[in-house]
């Protein structure tokens, strides 16, 4: 990350975070009847809303580079970051998917749901630290164990 961010630079994240969750609450997207229709093919909105974020992001990772070398706020240059496609990126996809099925409700939505009154939410937030925890936990372990074996070669 460049240390030569605009003074603006958390300010606009707040702001710009605090939008995306009166949207999400404004569009009844964070309520987890909306979603769980969704994911029973009951109801659609949800996912003209995901393909109208994706159109709009779309459009902005290709124009972006084109018009500035760097991101205002930041002052990064605009480059790819591919990462590759491996058992992690699956069963990490694989327990997203089930906790956003079993609580209705994703991660960046689950802000906006607490924020609309759904206190119940609070069990899904503490799974999802939790989870966090034991994943960072358990990642750090490996780190070490890699480190140790390396370490006696």
Known sequence: ???NRHPLFMPLILLGGLIFGFGLGFSQMARPEVVLNF?????FGLLFVMFGAAIVSGIAFAVMPRISDAAPLTGDRYERRLKPFDRNVLIGGGIFGVGWGLSGICPGAAYASLGVGNVTIL??????????????YWRSQTADAGAATAGAD
Do not use: K, N, R
Not at 39 to 43: I, K, R
Not at 123 to 136: E, H, N, S, T
């Open 123 to 136: 069990w899904a937030l503490a799974g999802m630290f939790v989870g966090a925890y034991l994943q960072g």
């Open 39 to 43: 994911l029973q093919f009951e109801d």
């Open 1 to 3: 990350m460049s240390q």
